[in-house]
């Protein structure tokens, strides 16, 4: 459940996608690629990032909010975080 939203549900639209996310810092503007990304239909809002998301048909983890806007929620499949995290199951 979402900090600020709570519970939602939404389709995925894109998988494997690769986003550029804008951001101000001390040096000025910045840009970050990130690639692996699953975009989802529109969910979430400010907030609600880090939150798990859960495939509701199987009741299983399958990625972690990354960023959200009215046109879309993007998270990070949970494999990539389990892996940089090195969880193992």
């Known amino acids: 459940a979402g ?18 996310v804008g951001s101000s810092t001390a ?3 910045r840009t970050a690629r990130f690639t692996g990304q699953v975009i989802a239909q529109p969910m979430s809002q ?15 983890a399958v990625g972690i909010l990354f960023a959200g806007s009215s046109m879309a929620t993007i998270f990070t499949p949970i494999d990539v975080v389990l892996a940089a995290l090195n969880i193992t199951f």
Do not use: H
């Open 3 to 20: 900090r600020t939203t709570d519970y939602t549900q939404a389709m995925v639209t894109l998988l494997n996608a690769t986003v550029n």
């Open 27 to 29: 040096r000025g503007p």
């Open 46 to 60: 400010g907030g609600d990032s880090g939150s798990l998301i859960v495939d509701g048909s199987e009741n299983r």
